[in-house]
């Protein structure tokens, strides 16, 4: 078994994205979809994404590219590159697939992809999340996630700048 090419199957385009889900819907799979950019893979993240994961079947993660995440997140930012986030996302057992998307929003992924459910923290109401409209007018569910306190990748890139070496 080669693990290295397990994870690179587990990064998908949009086009060979469709076709996994075309095949996990016949199958009967409940397709749990979220989103971010998830920088440096913290406990936070972790436990997030595992519980998303418990919701369906197959869990899709769309990563921002870093050209996206440099716009939201400012110039420092990402701290690790698309590859290396899409490899680590792609390590974890319970998730079941990764792409990435560059627009503002994940608006078009969604509609897409017409998840069964969408995830996100619950730092947001249900009825504001990105592609809140797609998800329940199919009979989807959004889904929030109590978020971790203490944990985030900004707070994590503040102490170590002031770490003295």
Same mark, same amino acid.
């Given at each position: 078994?080669?693990?290295?090419? #397990?994870?690179?199957?587990? =990064?998908?385009?949009? &086009? ?16 749990? !979809?979220? #989103?971010?950019? !998830? ?14 994961? @418990? ?8 990563? #921002?590219? @870093? +050209?996206? $995440? ?17 490899? $680590?996302?792609?390590?974890? /057992? !319970? $998730?079941? +697939?990764?792409?990435?998307?560059? &627009?503002?929003?994940?608006? &078009?992924?969604?509609?897409? =992809? ?11 109401? +249900? &009825?504001?999340? $990105?592609?809140? @409209? =797609? ?13 971790? #306190? ?5 707070? =994590? /890139?503040?102490?170590?700048?002031? +770490?003295?070496?």
């Amino acid at each position: 078994m080669n693990h290295l090419k #397990n994870l690179q199957h587990k =990064i998908h385009s949009h &086009e060979s994205l469709m076709a996994k889900i075309i095949s996990w819907r016949v199958s009967g799979c409940k397709i749990v !979809f979220t #989103n971010g950019c !998830f920088d440096i893979l913290h406990l936070g993240h972790i436990d997030y994404l595992a519980q998303a994961a @418990d919701l369906g079947t197959k869990l899709i993660v769309a990563l #921002n590219t @870093d +050209a996206s $995440v440099s716009r939201i997140k400012g110039p420092s930012r990402p701290i690790t590159d698309q590859l290396s986030r899409s490899m $680590v996302m792609a390590s974890l /057992e !319970f $998730v079941a +697939a990764v792409t990435f998307f560059d &627009e503002p929003t994940p608006y &078009e992924l969604i509609k897409m =992809i017409q998840p069964d459910i969408l995830v996100k923290g619950a730092d947001y109401k +249900a &009825e504001d999340i $990105v592609g809140y @409209d =797609i998800v329940t007018a199919r009979g989807g569910s959004v889904e929030t996630i109590p978020l971790v #306190n203490g944990y985030s990748t900004s707070a =994590i /890139e503040t102490r170590i700048r002031k +770490a003295k070496i």
